[in-house]
Each structure stands twice: as structure tokens, then as C-alpha cells.
């Protein structure tokens, strides 16, 4: 059975009455991904909302940092795990696969990280990455200093606790629009 047609349970708004530097924006993801994330389309119901979720995107996701685009994209399946946020599990599932180039370490990080044989600071990380994300009061001293003592500095705590938040953020929202990953999500990298 096929997941369900919409973008978002509330509707999302014609991309032909989308402001200019938006439409650039759809035109580009059509040239370099074939598709228009639903995540985009989803938010272009506030396109301020939109261009902020983007820039904060681009900078947790994309800038320079201590973490690699591929344990970011692990910390984002981590968190969208124990929310049980099918977009992002999809989404950013299928960006591990594609990045590490290894189709079954996506599925770990879906289902149970703990599997995955992992580095000490991966493994590190991604306990961080839980434990912020569902007992988020119990995160103290003990945490960030385990994380140092793999080899996270000060910024490196900084980039992995901001990439843990916004995903929480994002999985929040994705629930609550009931938002749809691209079905092209499913195939990749497989």
C-alpha cells in the first residue's frame, strides 16, 4: 500500500503564485534533485517561515563544521527515529545511504543505531543525540565531557546539540502537517 498522496494535510499553495526568489529556488531543486522537496512546498504556506528554514538548513547542515555531512545527516535519522517522523526517517535516511554508500547503514539509523558498527565518536554522538532528544533534562556535565573525551571540541558540541534541536523542530513539524516524503526519497541510493 503506497503512503498517502498529499504534500501536507494542510494544503500547500501553487508554486506558479510563489514569490520570484522562490520559484528560483524550486527551479534549481528540479534541476539538481529532479523534485521539489516536500519540506519546501510544505512550508512556502509562510515563505518568510520558508526562507528561514532554509538559511537555519543550510547553515546546520551544509557550513563548515567538526561534523561530517554524513554524521550530521546520522544525528538527523537518529532523532527522527525516536520521533518516529516518517519524512525525515525517509528523507535523510535515503542521505546516509547516499553518502556513506552503504544502503543498510540508513536503515540502522532508522530502526535501532545501536546496531551499526560505529567509531567511539559516532557512537558517542548518537547516544547524545537520544538521550537530548528524549530525556532531554537529564543531559548534564557527564554527557558533554563523554563527548570530548572522543575528540569533540567545544564547537563540535555546539554544531551536534543546534543539529539535534532543529531536526527535533523539523520532526515537529512534519508530524503535525502530516507531511509526505518525495516518493523519489524511497528509491534512492538503494
Not at 165 to 184: E, G, H, Q, V, Y
Request: net charge negative; charged share 25%.
Amino acid at each position: 500500500m503506497p503512503q498517502p498522496d498529499h504534500i501536507s494535510a494542510l494544503g500547500v499553495p501553487d508554486p506558479a503564485g510563489l514569490d520570484d526568489d522562490l520559484k528560483a529556488i524550486w527551479a534549481k531543486c528540479v534541476e539538481k534533485l529532479g523534485f521539489v522537496p516536500n519540506v519546501f512546498s510544505t512550508y512556502s504556506l509562510k515563505p518568510q517561515r520558508l526562507r528561514n528554514f532554509m538559511a537555519m538548513y543550510n547553515e546546520i547542515m551544509l557550513s563548515k563544521s567538526g561534523l561530517s555531512k554524513l554524521e550530521r545527516e546520522m544525528v538527523a535519522v537518529v532523532v527522527s527515529s525516536a520521533n518516529r517522523c516518517y519524512y525525515c526517517l525517509v528523507a535523510h535516511g535515503a542521505a546516509v545511504r547516499a553518502l556513506s554508500g552503504d544502503p543498510e547503514l540508513g536503515e540502522m539509523m532508522a530502526f535501532n543505531y545501536r546496531v551499526a558498527k560505529l567509531d567511539a565518536r559516532q557512537r558517542a554522538m548518537l547516544d547524545f543525540t537520544w538521550k537530548l532528544t528524549v530525556t532531554p533534562h537529564l543531559v548534564d556535565d557527564a554527557d558533554r565531557d563523554g563527548l570530548r573525551a572522543v575528540g569533540l571540541t567545544t564547537e563540535d558540541i555546539f554544531d551536534l546539540a543546534e543539529t539535534v534541536a532543529f531536526f527535533n523542530l523539523s520532526n515537529r513539524m512534519a508530524s503535525a502537517t502530516d507531511m509526505m516524503p518525495n516518493r523519489d526519497y524511497h528509491r534512492g541510493s538503494r
